[in-house]
């Protein structure tokens, strides 16, 4: 895991990357490197950190603990996040930490999703291939940070990855490093 400190002051930012396949992977694989090339962020691999799925639940809640902005990266699978993933709010999230009495401790951190589709972003709409928008396919991480007391904002998503061609992925890389510097506000969908 990479971990370095920020020299901008701004918020100390935590990116949950969830590939099970890391050295096959495109686009996951690249936008977690360019962030770890800038190097201000902490770019923390589940599933290498964990290739038994035995979450530490200390020393993740411990990683929350010491960062504001928390990014969720993974590559969309079932309309979802990769097993892991789920796993890992399962566990980490837990009562008295995340939710319910003293439960506390999330309150006010961010909460940034960032996914990649084989599935183009116009096949996300009502009607459409897929049928519902990425915001409403999303709404259990949305919920899960307004039950933790955390800012959900909006979504980052690379779509219809076979057509990204090596120049476009450049470019969501970049824009992904400002995404999650918060320097690039808006999703990059309009849903
Ligand atoms: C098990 C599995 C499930 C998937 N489910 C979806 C899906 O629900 N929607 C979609 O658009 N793409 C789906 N895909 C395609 C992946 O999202 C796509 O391969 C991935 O985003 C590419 O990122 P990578 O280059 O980092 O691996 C699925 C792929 C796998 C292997």
């Known amino acids: 895991m990479s971990n370095r400190s920020n020299p901008s002051g701004s918020a100390a930012t935590l990116i949950i990357v969830a590939h099970p396949d ?10 977690a490197a360019e962030l770890e090339r800038r190097g201000n ?16 639940v200390a ?29 890992w709010m399962d ?3 837990e009562l008295g930490f995340a939710h319910g009495k003293g439960g506390d401790k999330l309150n006010g951190k961010e909460l940034l ?13 009502a009607g459409g291939f897929h049928n519902y928008s990425y915001s409403e ?21 690379v779509s219809g990855i076979r057509e990204v061609s090596d120049e476009q992925l450049e470019k969501y890389a970049a824009d992904y490093a ?6 690039l506000a808006l999703s990059r969908t309009k849903d």
């Open 22 to 31: 890391l050295e096959t992977s495109r686009i996951n694989k690249r936008l």
């Open 41 to 56: 962020v902490t770019v923390h691999r589940l599933y290498e950190t964990y290739p038994d799925e035995k979450i530490d």
């Open 59 to 87: 020393r993740e809640q411990e990683l929350l603990l010491t960062h504001d902005r928390i990014v969720l990266q993974f590559p969309l699978f079932w309309y979802s996040s990769p097993s892991l993933l789920k796993k």
């Open 91 to 93: 566990d980490v999230f």
């Open 113 to 125: 999703i960032a996914t990649s589709s084989g599935g183009a972003q116009s096949m996300y709409q």
């Open 137 to 157: 396919l999303l709404r259990p991480f949305q919920q899960s940070a307004n039950l933790a007391g955390m800012i959900y904002r909006p979504h980052f998503v």
């Open 178 to 183: 400002a995404y999650v510097e918060g320097r």
